[in-house]
């Protein structure tokens, strides 16, 4: 499965955690909640009928509305960190039942760039046999 999300993606990522001064206790801040609703939104409406089950390639071209002097297609070098942002991304897709859980996902590549069409692409291949997915 493969797809594309137009839309400006999110710069807020799972790692911005706040904490609570009193309790100790972490708490999701605002932004990544917005962030983790857009995703969900977004997503929705491409979730398989049924979950993989095994393991799972997964690809995310992040493509950021062009800023300043940046030209379309070139590598975003700037944060958000791509680590960062598919993590909240895989925790959507686990939510949405893509998959059982996220640690099915055994290959990833991940890319961002500066773009005239803001988004995320994403595809989704089951991983057959031992080998290296191909793409």
Not at 23 to 41: D, F, H, Q
Not at 130 to 135: A, I, L, S
């Amino acid at each position: 499965m493969e797809f594309f999300m137009p839309m400006i993606p999110p710069s807020a990522t799972h790692q911005e955690k706040g904490q609570n001064r009193k309790t100790g206790k972490y708490y999701e801040p605002e932004n990544v909640k917005a962030a983790r609703s857009k995703l969900i939104a977004y997503l929705a409406g491409h979730r398989p009928e049924v979950p993989i089950e095994g393991p799972v390639a997964l690809i995310t071209i992040w493509q950021f509305p062009i800023t300043g002097k940046h030209r379309d297609g070139e590598w975003k070098t700037s944060k958000p960190d791509t680590d960062n942002s598919v993590k909240l991304l895989k925790d959507c897709m686990t939510h949405l039942h893509f998959w059982k859980d996220d640690a099915q996902v055994a290959s990833e590549l991940i890319m961002k760039r500066w773009s005239i069409h803001p988004g995320i692409y994403i595809k989704v291949k089951e991983i057959i046999d031992e080998t290296v997915p191909d793409d």
